[in-house]
Structures are given as C-alpha cells and as structure tokens.
C-alpha cells in the first residue's frame, strides 16, 4: 500500500494532489452555509440562490482546474477556454439544483434519487467532458471501470446529498453537535475529492503497468468506496441524538399545547389525549382512551367525519364547529381543527384540536341579539323594523305602519330623571307588545318613538285602526312607577303600503308627517296620512328654509309691546316681539315659524338676533335721549344654557354702551322645571351684568309657588289664561299678587283687554300690565315716537 503511494506521488503532481481534497472540503463547506442561509432568509432566497449558486460553482470550478493540472499528461492550451466554459456550466447549474432540492421539508425517496442523480451526472459529466477534452489522444474507455465508477459517484452524490438535506433541516440539526457537522463536511469533501481519480482511471490510457500489479488499480475505488461509507453511516451515529430529540419536540408540542389535543384512530376510538383535552372535558386520561369520539361530539355528521377517516375527502385539514356533551349531559361549543396523521405515507388517524368556545359563541349571539334588538325595551330596533318592510314589499304583501310618539314624556323625563323615563319606556314596550301580539311586529324607532307594522288581514281591512284606538283605551290606564302613577297619550301617525308609497323611507316619513298633524290637532289620537299632509310638510320644509335666509335677507324685525303702570298710564317700558314679512307670503304668524326655529334648531340664532336689533334700537334712544324704561327680550332654554349665551350678552352690552338695567331677559316656568339647578346658577351670572329677569307664564306649571323664592328672578308676569277668567281666578290671581309683594318682586298682568280686568287688577293690588286694552305690539318707530 504504500508502494502504491509512493508511485502515484512520483507519477502524478504531489502539490495538486493535496489542494485538490482541501478546495472538495472547503466547497462543500461551501454548499452547506449556502443551504443553511437559504432556509432561515425566505425574504430573499431568490437573490442567495443565484449568488450562493455562482459562489458554490465558483468553488468547485477552481477544483476541477486544479485535477486538469494534476495529469501529468501533454494538453493543447487552445482548448483550455472551451474547457473552463463547460466544467462552469456544470458545476453552477449542478450547484443550482442541488441546492433548491435541499430546501425542500418533506423529503421522500424518489427525492432522494433525482437529486442524486443530477449531481452523480454533474460530477461524471465535467469530469469526462473535461478530460476528453483535454487529453483527448489518450482517451480510452474502460467500460467496466466506467460503470463502476458512475455507480460509485452515485453511491457518493447520494450520501453527500442525504447529508445536506438532513444538516441543514431546522428541527433536526437543532439536535446534531458541531463536531457531526464537521466531519460530514470532511467526509463530503474526501468524497468528492475521490471521484477524478476514479474518472481518470476508467477513461485515459496510463502505463502504469511497471509501478504496480493489476489488483493496486483498484485501491482508489476502494479509498472511495471507504469515505462513502463512513458518510452514510453518519446519520446513524447521529439517529439516536436526532429521534431523541424530535421525540422530546413532539412530546412537549402535545402535552404542553395551550389547545386540547385528540387523538382519534380510523376507527373513530381516541387513543391519546394531552392535558388540556382532560381539562376541558372534564374526564380523566383513562376514562377517554378508547372511548368513542362520536359520542363526545353530539353534533358531527357521523357519515362525513366516518369518509374523513376513511380518506375519501383528501383536505390535510378540516375545520368545523360543533357541541362536545359533558359528563353532567351539558354541552360546550367547540371550534375543532381536525389535522391528518400521516407516518410513512400512510394515513393512520387525525388530531383534534378543540378549542373551546362558549363564551366566544355567547357573545356573538349577545352582539347578534344587540344588533336587531333594542337594549332597553328588548323590542326589534330600527334596523329590523326596516328589514322587515323591505321584505314585506320585495314580497308585494301590503302592510300599514304606525308611528308612535308618547305625548309630554320629555317633560315627564326631564322632571323625574332619565332612570324612571328608561323604566317608563319599558312598560310602554310591554303593553304595545301585549296589545299588538301575533298581528305585528312592534319595534323601538328611538326616543320615546314606536314603530308598528302590521300585515293587512284581508278578513279583517280595518285591523290597523283597531289597534290604533285600542292604543289610546290602553294606556289611558295608569302606568305605575316607584309610586308614581303616569297617565300617558299617544299621537299615531299612519301610512300604507302600497297605498301611499312603495318606499320604506317614505313611509316612515309619511307616518312622521302624519304624527305630527296629529300633534298640531291636540294630540291623543290617530291619523292617518294623506296627500294634503304632505304639501302642508313640504310647506313647513320650504318655510324653514325662507326662515334660514329671512336673517339674512333682513325681512325678519322687532316690534314692541309697551309695558304700562296702571293707575298713571305711563310707559314703563315694552316687550320686544319678533315679526317676519316673507317677501312673497306677507306676514308670517309667531305661533307658526318660532315653533319651527324650535324644531329646526334656529332658534338660538332667531333669538340673538333679537337681543341685537334690541341693542341697536336701545341705543339710538339712549342718543336720542329718550326714557325707555326696560325692554324684555324673550329667552328660550336652548339658548340659556348655551355656554356662550353671557358671553355674547356682555359683548353686545360694551359694543353698544348699554347698562344693562334696561334689559329684562322673559324665562317660562318650564324651563326652571326642566333643569332647576343649572338655571339658576345661570341666571345669577346673567343678574350680575345688571339684566333682570322676568318669569314669563307664571302659574301654568302648578308648582311655582313651591320654589319661586329660591329662583334669581325680579318679576313674574301672570299668564293670560288667568287673566281671560279673572273673575273665577281670583284666589289664584290674589295669592300670586300677594306672594309676589311677600318677596319683593315686581309683577306685570299679560294679556289684559278690558277696563273690568283693569279696575280688578288695580283692586288686587297688581300695579303693572301690558295688552291689547293698552296697545297692540307695534312697529319701532310708532313705539319711538311715543316715547
């Protein structure tokens, strides 16, 4: 033996020989990093797989001219670029290949084969190509030796590739130590390295028949053979380390999943279950193996899940939901991922991956039920009331609908708190539900607003109405509430499908039109829409929108009731009152566009532009110096308790240079009542700017008496209502006067039109009044010129 080595260093070029396994060494280092960097980098495989590929090459490339030098045989130099160009199309598109093959994870063993014979031609080709090329006078095949020598290279591109695949797989080299790796790579390389000795062999014609017998020839084939086998036994030295460790891998995904795992055999019998699963069963280990897992899952189609089994439905995974029944026959729901268990090629049962989701399925049938459903009355909201009339007219079934609106529940709600108005609107709920039953649907539009609708009956045509009047019997009784007793009436408007329109935002809005008349006509009651209704809506609609501009335009102006002390007859000042000429309407009515500026939200702008005009106008009397006495200016609560409202009262007082003792701001009693506390903070910041402020209708809300000396007012005015029946009103009117002097507030009689009322307010005591017996409210200038 080592003769032989002997003969072969002084035949061959000793220097090559030694680089030539070293460069093998350091390429498949090479290849391997290459691989490694390719499995963790996904972001940018594409860019190191054609640079690791051409480095990769590179290596190899400078191996094989290495072995070009290595015989000592005569070559053409001619021949030598053709050569470099062939041996680097080889070992780049060799290097290319074999390295996308090893990235593949699941690796079977045609795998295997393809990528191992890709690489044993690779080699076997650049070698011979390589060498016939360049030594081509001295080719002479041997075909035994030739054949040997492919099935040798194939043994070895084998190996080398089964090492690669298998180093570079995360979950497995996570459990190979270095030193494995190491002499993989120097087991790969000698490998390798081998394989041109084998080729040079097998196909030049060397007389080397007078340093050694026939049978030495055979010793690189044998040095071959021995490096490949020692590659091959690599993965059973590191078999044990690796399946220890994939099986401690597999254990800890089982038992430590945060999900409850099953196991469950062809057969549909469980045979392993982790921690979690008998935690969410409720059941022990060894009550659940073997047990059937049908009748843990109640509502799984027994004849699907049995084809999954059977593998006809061929999906790797299969998701569904199901209920699982409990020891104590309750059910959970359950959301199950159903994950095949594949060994060897071979379909042997599936995980179970349940995850409980009860609450999960709780809540989404509380948000399902919040999403049709109103929170507080539990009726059908408005959401499904639309549904419902959608379908009703996609299925051409006529229906009426019926739009309820509870009459002074506001004013009940502000009074007592929203807490009773919320427990008020559920009984109403209950008693519409209990009234309309199977005949409709009842559902809550919001607010105190109702919506009903209800199919026509083609037995009965006038069942609408029925119900429509037994809405008013109904809630005629009283409705107790923590020992309260509410009498409640209801205004109903009603519109008909597909009598008046076949479009449900129509008829809502028919039905709104329709409960609003009703509202104007004293309310308590029904009607239902008609067309007159409708023009005197779009008149209300154009009205608000001549409102808008009349601020603009100038059309809106101030007049003025003067305010009288009675027994002199002297102006003692006035009531500032808004009026507006439409420039194509004439005279538009107060009692028809300031409850429209009420609805419409212009009220506040309405309002400031009254205290304006009112400043000018004070202010061209104060240069003019007349005694204006004090001018009142009515207030509504919107803008009282606007936070800007003092604001603009002090900046228009400065602007103008206007004391403000001569301004007198008119409150109802209503808006004490709605909101006592904030009111009167409110109107004690508006009396320390000097403004007083008169209570306007007094006496209509019952309950003044009781807290009128906690109020910051100066003057009450008694309503005309007292006033027209003075003569039946006496007490009432005696003790407002008396209590009025009792805490030193002025008063003022509204709405006085005869001498009779005069002469018994003066027997009253009542010093001050305005009215149409005085003057009528009239323009600024008569009011200026009678100043």
């Not at 995850?355 to 059908?380: G, V, Y």
């Not at 006495?629 to 606007?642: E, H």
Request: charged share 20%.
């Amino acid at each position: 033996m080592l003769l032989l080595f002997q003969h072969i260093i002084d035949h061959f070029h000793t220097q090559y020989m030694i680089l030539i396994p070293i460069m093998s060494v350091i390429s498949c280092a090479i290849g391997l990093w290459i691989s490694k960097k390719l499995r963790m980098d996904v972001n940018n495989k594409n860019s190191i797989l054609i640079g690791g590929s051409l480095l990769l090459g590179f290596s190899f490339w400078i191996t094989f001219i290495l072995i070009s030098y290595l015989v000592p045989l005569p070559y053409s130099s001619k021949d030598y670029p053709l050569y470099f160009l062939i041996i680097f199309l080889f070992c780049f598109i060799g290097s290319l290949v074999i390295l996308s093959l090893s990235q593949s994870r699941a690796v079977k063993e045609t795998h295997y084969l393809w990528g191992s014979l890709f690489l044993a031609v690779c080699l076997i080709a650049s070698d011979t190509f390589g060498f016939a090329l360049l030594f081509s006078q001295h080719i002479k095949f041997n075909l035994i030796l030739y054949v040997t020598t492919f099935l040798l290279t194939l043994g070895s591109s084998f190996s080398v590739f089964r090492f690669l695949i298998q180093i570079t797989s995360d979950d497995i080299f996570q459990g190979a130590s270095k030193k494995w790796e190491y002499i993989g790579v120097i087991l790969a390389g000698i490998s390798l390295a081998n394989i041109p000795y084998i080729v040079l062999i097998s196909i030049l014609k060397f007389n080397l028949g007078y340093m050694y017998s026939d049978y030495e020839i055979f010793i690189p084939f044998i040095l071959t053979i021995g490096a490949n086998f020692l590659l091959m036994l690599l993965p059973y030295f590191l078999g044990d380390t690796i399946l220890s460790k994939k099986a401690n891998f597999y254990t800890a995904l089982f038992e430590h999943n945060p999900v409850a795992v099953i196991g469950i055999d062809l057969h549909g019998a469980i045979n392993s279950v982790n921690y979690e699963g008998t935690k969410l069963l409720e059941l022990e280990e060894n009550e659940l193996l073997g047990k059937d897992a049908f009748e843990l899952f109640s509502n799984i189609d027994r004849k699907k899940m049995d084809a999954y089994l059977a593998g006809y439905n061929k999906k790797m995974v299969h998701k569904f939901e199901t209920e699982i029944t409990m020891k104590n026959n309750s059910k959970k729901d359950v959301y199950i991922t159903a994950v095949r268990i594949i060994t060897n090629d071979k379909f042997i049962g599936v995980f179970a991956l349940v995850e409980d989701i009860t609450e999960k399925k709780k809540s989404e049938e509380q948000i399902k039920h919040l999403a049709f459903h109103d929170d507080l009355t539990q009726l059908s909201n408005r959401r499904v009331a639309k549904m419902t009339m959608n379908e009703y007219i996609k299925n051409n079934i006529p229906f009426t609908l019926m739009l309820l609106d509870f009459d002074r529940f506001k004013s009940i709600n502000d009074t007592l708190g929203h807490s009773f108005g919320d427990s008020l609107l559920q009984k109403i709920a209950r008693r519409l539900d209990s009234l309309v039953l199977d005949n409709g649907k009842v559902a809550r539009f919001g607010g105190d607003e109702f919506l009903i609708i209800i199919p026509d009956d083609l037995e009965n045509t006038a069942l609408y109405k029925s119900i429509a009047q037994s809405i008013n019997q109904v809630f005629r009784q009283p409705i107790l509430i923590d020992g309260y007793e509410i009498i409640l009436t209801a205004s109903v408007g009603i519109s008909r499908f597909p009598e008046h329109t076949t479009n449900v935002d129509d008829l809502v809005k028919y039905a709104d039109i329709a409960m609003y008349q009703m509202k104007e006509a004293g309310a308590n009651g029904y009607k239902e829409f008609n067309s007159e209704m409708s023009l005197h809506a779009n008149h209300k609609v154009g009205l608000e929108s001549d409102l808008r501009k009349a601020m603009e335009y100038q059309e809106l102006f101030v007049h003025y009731q003067p305010k009288y002390q009675i027994e002199s007859g002297d102006i003692i000042g006035a009531e500032a009152l808004i009026r507006w000429k439409h420039n194509k309407k004439g005279f538009i009515p107060p009692n028809e566009f300031i409850p429209l500026a009420e609805e419409s939200g212009l009220i506040v702008k309405l309002e400031k532009y009254v205290f304006t005009e009112v400043c000018k106008h004070i202010h061209r009397w104060n240069k003019a110096g007349k005694n204006i006495g004090r001018i009142s200016i009515n207030i509504s609560i919107v803008t009282l308790l606007r936070e800007d409202f003092i604001t603009f009262i002090a900046e228009h007082l400065q602007k103008f240079k206007i004391d403000g003792s001569v301004i007198e701001l008119e409150i109802t009693e209503r808006i004490v009542m709605k909101n006592e506390l904030v009111v009167n903070q409110t109107l004690k910041k508006i009396s320390e700017l000097g403004i007083s402020i008169s209570m306007d209708d007094f006496g209509t809300g019952y309950s003044s008496l009781s807290y009128l000396h906690k109020l910051q007012v100066d003057c009450i005015k008694i309503d005309k209502s007292f006033i027209d029946q003075i003569e039946g009103n006496i007490e009432v009117v005696s003790a407002i006067i008396s209590m009025a002097k009792n805490l030193k507030l002025e008063i003022i009689a509204e709405g006085v039109e005869t001498e009779a009322q005069v002469k018994k307010l003066i027997q009253l005591g009542c010093d001050q009044a305005q009215g149409y017996y005085f003057s009528k409210p009239i323009s600024m200038a008569k009011f200026e010129a009678i100043l």
